[in-house]
């Protein structure tokens, strides 16, 4: 029994992360370093200082069994017709960013190759994934890829460094609207005419008989996935949690597009992020925090990633005449995520906020495959 008690620290690590976040005093220190990164960091704190033990299974058992769980449910309660209501322009805005985030990653690491170990196009399909869509994507292109933590560890730091940072100088940007809407010769007026079509999501405040219901269709999917797992095919994909991942990914996002499973997932979303920031610190728990520190060449190419990314969103705004506002939403729904997407649209334009929501849903739903064709294009480009 002794070795399963780290199963029971974990989850007391992530409340106190989940409960600190919320209260006004710990606000600057999770600002700075949100919630996925110290639900990161303090486990491998832990595990440093030896208050956790190191060479246990119980960690990549956590892993393996609560990653699918999260992925089903968070997916399939994606509104995927809500966000094809926030028009063409959008659409086409945070297309092209995910464009410029794959082509960025691939450049980038064969700019830095030399200074990367053999496996690093992991790691670039890694990042890709994750700035086109989110942590959940993050911790998806680890199983499929099977990323080793020397490769892992450090993107934790790169992600958190450069993402905060891009937002920093989208709002910044914010300030210079009209000479840049000028450059893109682009009318603010657009803006309005886009927002109007998304929609605030409706309130999901539900019954707990609905958020278990919500919880066992996961579960059930997850556990179905498994059973067909055997019987898939070796090819990029070589490892069961791979297309466990995949799989699971797929069929989520195809049943989410049944309204009553949409409406029913949705009401677990907690659930689904506590399993998730569970899956973050078992992987916290396996890593060396000296490793974040080990090759400055990974933040070279988070830098070069970024910078192409922006690059070609600025093209695309001016060939296709889209706000920068619009622009700087979508950017930030590729790199930032649920939480900051809408806080930066909102800078531009009140009516921006909810887009920024839904473009952050759809890199969530895409991201894990985006992060893939990343990868194979790295592993093609280097070799």
């Not at 092209?96 to 790691?123: D, T, Y």
């Not at 889209?322 to 649209?345: E, F, R």
Request: proline share 5%.
């Amino acid at each position: 029994m002794s070795a399963w008690w780290p199963a029971a620290v974990l989850p007391l690590i992530v409340l106190l992360i989940l409960s600190a976040s919320r209260h006004a005093r710990w606000a600057l220190a999770f600002r700075w370093a949100p919630a996925p990164l110290w639900c990161y960091v303090l486990p491998a704190a832990a595990v440093t200082l030896g208050w956790l033990p190191r060479d246990t299974s119980i960690y990549k058992l956590l892993a393996d069994a609560l990653l699918p769980f999260a992925l089903a449910v968070l997916l399939l309660g994606a509104d995927l017709p809500a966000i094809l209501k926030t028009g063409a322009r959008s659409l086409l805005a945070a297309a092209w960013g995910a464009v410029g985030i794959v082509a960025g990653a691939c450049l980038g690491l064969w700019l830095v190759r030399a200074g990367l170990p053999s496996e690093a196009w992991k790691g670039a399909g890694a990042l890709a994934g994750t700035w086109t869509g989110g942590t959940m994507n993050l911790l998806a292109l680890r199983s499929v890829l099977e990323i080793p933590e020397e490769i892992f560890a450090p993107l934790i730091l790169v992600d958190a460094l450069i993402a905060y940072s891009w937002m920093a100088l989208l709002v910044a940007a914010s300030g210079h609207q009209p000479r840049i809407n000028q450059w893109l010769r682009a009318s603010p007026g657009t803006l309005q005419q886009q927002a109007d079509r998304a929609q605030q999501p409706g309130d999901r405040r539900v019954a707990a008989r609905t958020r278990l219901l919500g919880a066992t269709l996961a579960l059930l999917l997850a556990l179905g996935v498994r059973w067909l797992v055997p019987r898939m095919p070796i090819g990029f994909i070589t490892s069961a949690n791979g297309w466990i991942i995949v799989l699971v990914t797929t069929a989520a996002l195809a049943l989410s597009c049944l309204p009553a499973v949409r409406r029913v997932a949705a009401s677990s979303e907690g659930l689904g992020y506590g399993a998730l920031y569970m899956v973050l610190a078992a992987a916290g728990a396996q890593a060396r925090l000296d490793a974040l520190w080990d090759s400055p060449m990974w933040l070279v190419l988070g830098l070069v990633t970024v910078t192409v990314h922006g690059l070609v969103l600025m093209l695309a705004g001016r060939a296709l005449r889209v706000p920068l506002g619009m622009l700087a939403t979508a950017s930030q729904a590729n790199i930032g995520g649920l939480v900051s997407a809408p806080l930066v649209g909102a800078v531009y334009h009140q009516s921006l906020a909810p887009v920024g929501l839904l473009l952050a849903m759809a890199g969530n739903a895409l991201g894990t495959y985006a992060g893939m064709l990343a990868a194979w294009l790295s592993r093609w480009m280097t070799g």
